[in-house]
């Protein structure tokens, strides 16, 4: 196998915390279940597509709850950290040469900009592809495909990484090969295994 000519990496629980887990529910005094029940069922999947504007999603996000709307996105704004080791391993594959370009490939609203300004991404991948620009989540096809020609691959020349498998099931029935992320250590093995370390 030859070593893939780009990455593309989920950006949420592969490279960086997801508030959606603890700081979310905390913030509502609620359990990340609760959350789920309680939140509205579209919005922020709606947010994530680029179809409604932040201050739609903030409006409908709780339904009447009354909630300080600039405290949760200063609460959230706060929370994104990079996940253990895995700023120095986009470091490590970026001080390579020759390397794979490396890129996000991430479900996120346009809050992903407080992700680059907590995390610096954008100093350690060539670019980023996110869903509300693109208008597709994964797992839909063109999630992946978009991207590809974009960077003009086939999509048998990018490697996937994402931390959910049926993600990455979908990646690899359009000819991507994919490893799913359980931790730096096991994404760097995995690296390794494919000559890319």
Request: with cysteine; aromatic share 10%; hydrophobic share 45%.
């Amino acid at each position: 196998m030859s070593p893939p000519r780009a990455i593309l990496f989920d950006v949420m629980d592969t490279l960086v915390r997801d508030p959606f887990h603890e700081e979310m529910p905390a913030f509502f005094g609620v359990t990340k279940r609760e959350l789920i029940a309680t939140k509205h069922p579209t919005a922020w999947v709606d947010f994530e597509l680029g179809h409604i504007d932040e201050p739609t999603f903030l409006a409908i996000f709780m339904g009447d709850r009354e909630w300080d709307r600039d405290a949760f996105r200063a609460c959230v704004r706060a929370a994104y950290a990079w996940l253990p080791g895995m700023r120095e391993l986009l470091d490590e594959l970026r001080a390579r040469s020759p390397r794979p370009t490396l890129h996000a490939l991430s479900n996120y609203p346009p809050w992903y900009r407080w992700i680059d300004e907590q995390c610096g991404l954008a100093a350690r991948l060539d670019s980023a592809f996110v869903s509300y620009e693109l208008g597709v989540r994964k797992p839909d096809p063109e999630a992946y495909l978009g991207p590809c020609r974009s960077l003009g691959l086939t999509p048998g020349e990018a490697l996937f990484v994402d931390d959910r498998a049926s993600n990455c099931d979908a990646a690899r029935a359009l000819g991507m090969d994919t490893i799913v992320f359980d931790g730096a250590d096991g994404l760097r093995a995995a690296l390794r295994a494919r000559g890319v370390l």
